[in-house]
């Protein structure tokens, strides 16, 4: 949509106007008919036809162009008043500058920045609405440290509130413990399981050495054997060969 022609001051231009809402162009588009458009009217009737909607000749959004300059110029020359006059703003900017005061308008409608409140007002008067806001918060001044809102001064009570933050205090702390002691809890399952998985491999490994222990023995023993029979076999030799 366009600015609102109402708010211009002096003749306006019929060729500055928006074919679709006849109102000032906004952010202009030309057609290569030559008719302009705010970018957002002719982007939301190309949506639903193909045609311009002065003269019904073919448009398709890759053909629109920027308005030329010379009416880019007039249009940014124009002079017309802030949309806040209502509330009091008796500026009146060319419309190349329009967007920066408003911004910056003292009579814009801002909300309040307190939490809870609803109030929209000009931002010239925001910090008396703040002074007097119902939602406005402050540190308790009995010192219990609590941030309570003016609206409910006479409904604090120190000593509820220090309770209440005692007995969150403590279920944060519970829960703390909770949480450590089923940490401490699957860490030690853990542990426990990596010892008895090292116990096994031990026990294997064991077994292990006993079997090879056993052949070596065995190994030991027939090679005692095999000595001895040697040793008796020389001992028959050498006897006979004496008695030869």
Not at 3 to 25: A, K, P, Q, T, W
Request: net charge negative; aromatic share 4%; proline share 2%.
């Amino acid at each position: 949509m366009g600015y609102d022609i109402e708010r211009f001051v002096g003749y306006v231009n019929e060729g500055l106007l928006c074919s679709i809402c006849h109102d000032v162009l906004e952010d202009p588009l030309q057609a290569p008919c030559e008719h302009a458009f705010c970018t957002a009217c002719i982007h939301a009737w190309l949506v639903h036809c193909s045609s311009c909607p002065e003269d019904r000749q073919m448009v398709d959004v890759s053909l629109l162009r920027p308005l030329y300059r010379y009416m880019k110029n007039d249009l940014n020359r124009l002079q017309l008043h802030c949309k806040n006059r209502e509330y009091g703003c008796v500026m009146i900017c060319s419309l190349e500058s329009i967007d920066k005061h408003e911004r910056e308008c003292a009579y814009s409608q801002v909300p309040c920045s307190n939490d809870g409140c609803t109030v929209r007002i000009e931002r010239c008067n925001l910090d008396s609405h703040l002074a007097v806001c119902e939602y406005r918060s402050h540190e308790c001044p009995n010192g219990c440290g609590s941030i309570i809102l003016s609206a409910e001064d006479t409904q604090h009570n120190c000593v509820a509130e220090l309770r209440t933050e005692i007995e969150l205090l403590r279920s944060e702390m519970i829960c703390r413990v909770e949480e450590a002691k089923r940490e401490m809890e699957s860490r030690l399952d853990s542990q426990r399981r990596h010892m008895v998985q090292k116990e096994s491999i031990l026990v294997n490994e064991i077994e292990e050495l006993k079997n090879q222990m056993s052949r070596i023995m065995s190994d030991v023993h027939s090679l005692m054997t095999a000595e001895r029979q040697h040793r008796q076999e020389l001992e028959q030799a050498d006897l006979e060969k004496q008695e030869l």
